[in-house]
Every structure is written in structure tokens, then in C-alpha cells.
């Protein structure tokens, strides 16, 4: 499973039909079209969102593999996502700003208190250095993300989160997701990273898809 691959609907090159099939050549039984959320410039806004359904569905057809209308939000002040009027079957938010440290902690805490997310996308990655994660809110945001039942992304696109976090999750019944952020033919399904690190460090922990799996039998 890869839930994490952008379209043509956003900033990806690749058009939906032929993502599934690429997607299927791999072996994936399902998968997430994340395109960026209203406060990407070439994001979805509703009538974007309402086009890129009808494909879904069609592909998802011509396919027979489960693709998730998802969509990837900025994780903005406060927490604040901002998305189009639309019945999203995934949530995945992520930072995209490069802020101070502990700001990014706070984003991440706010916006998993504040709104219905799924999937917390690419901690860590882009915001700051590796090095200069604390750990202290490393385990604040992973306790925080299991009471609140959020998934926390292996981005195989970033290797992230880095392997000091992922260590503090190996005792945590965490709920996780597997994402390429795939933005072209070649990335899709391109979930090595994911699938290394989940083996080492996510024994205990629980794919959301399988979460998910009465819901999308
Ligand atoms: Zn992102
Ligand atoms: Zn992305």
C-alpha cells in the first residue's frame, strides 16, 4: 500500500489512470491519491476535488485495486488545515513551512487536537535537521497521536521519521501509514523505507489500513 502519491490534480506529472496501473504493476492492493490541499497554489479546491473523484472511481474500476480519495494539508498557524468542501476518505496533514523547532512540535500537537486528521505526513522532514528533533516531544506527539487514534507516516520519498523517533515507537501500539509522496510514474509504490523501517520498529504497532479494513472491504 502506498497512501501517498500526488496527481496532476496538484504538483505531481502523473495522471491517475496511469498511477493505478503502475501502482498494480507493483503489487499494491491499495492506494491513497493525496493530491495538496486549498493552501497549495496548484492544490484541489472543491470542484477540482469533485473531477478527480469520477477518475477515482473509474481507475479503481479499470484497475481493481482500492485507490483512497485523500488529500495532503499544510499544517498552518495554530494548526489550522484549510480544505475544500469535499468527503475526503483520507486526511493526511504535514508541514510544509520551515519554522523553529518547537513550533513544529506545537503545529503538529494543535492540529491533531483540532481537527479530524488521519495521518500526520513526513514528520520531521524539511521542518528542521534531523539532529535537532527533541526526543522529549518526539514521545509527547507519538503518546498524543495514539490517544487521539492519528496515524503517524513512514515517508519512504524523505526516510522520515528518522530512526531516533521511530526507536521510541517500538513499545508503542502506534497506528502508522506507508507513503512513497510519490510526484511521478517512477516513485509510485516506492515504499522500501516504509516497509524497512516498520519491520524494525512497528512491531507493536498497527497499519492503518488494516484499521481501516471493515470500513473498505
Ligand atoms: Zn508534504
Ligand atoms: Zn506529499
Known amino acids: 500500500m502506498d497512501l501517498h502519491i500526488h496527481s496532476t490534480y496538484s504538483d505531481g506529472d502523473a495522471i ?3 498511477i493505478t496501473r503502475r501502482a498494480r ?7 491513497g491519491i493525496a493530491d495538496h490541499s486549498t493552501d497549495h497554489p496548484r492544490g484541489l479546491n472543491e470542484k477540482k476535488a469533485k473531477r478527480r473523484r469520477v477518475e477515482i472511481m473509474n481507475a479503481q474500476e479499470r ?9 495532503e494539508c499544510g499544517i498552518l498557524e495554530d494548526g489550522k488545515i484549510i480544505l475544500p468542501e469535499h468527503e475526503f476518505d483520507l486526511v493526511i496533514a504535514s508541514v510544509h513551512t520551515h519554522l523553529p523547532v518547537r513550533e513544529v512540535y506545537r503545529r503538529i ?14 514528520m520531521h522532514a524539511g ?3 534531523f539532529n535537532s528533533n527533541i526526543p522529549e516531544l518526539d514521545m509527547e506527539i507519538i503518546d498524543f497521536a495514539i490517544e487521539n487514534g492519528v496515524a503517524i507516516e513512514v515517508n519512504s520519498y524523505h526516510s522520515s ?17 506507508f507513503g512513497s509522496d510519490a510526484h511521478d510514474l517512477s516513485m509510485v509504490g516506492d515504499i522500501d523505507f516504509s516497509i524497512r ?5 512497528l512491531k ?12 473498505y472491504r
Request: proline share 3%.
Open 16 to 18: 491517475i489512470d496511469e
Open 25 to 31: 504493476e507493483r503489487g499494491m492492493k491499495i492506494i
Open 63 to 71: 484497475y481493481g485495486i482500492r485507490i483512497l480519495d485523500a488529500v
Open 109 to 122: 500537537k494543535m492540529c491533531i487536537l483540532k481537527n479530524d486528521v488521519d495521518i500526520i505526513g513526513h
Open 127 to 129: 521542518m528542521f535537521s
Open 161 to 177: 521519521p528518522p530512526e531516533s523517533f521511530l526507536k521510541l515507537c517500538s513499545s508503542k501500539k502506534l497506528l502508522y501509514s
Open 197 to 201: 523501517m516498520a519491520k524494525i520498529y
Open 204 to 215: 507493536k504497532g498497527r497499519n492503518i489500513v488494516d484499521e481501516m479494513h471493515n470500513t
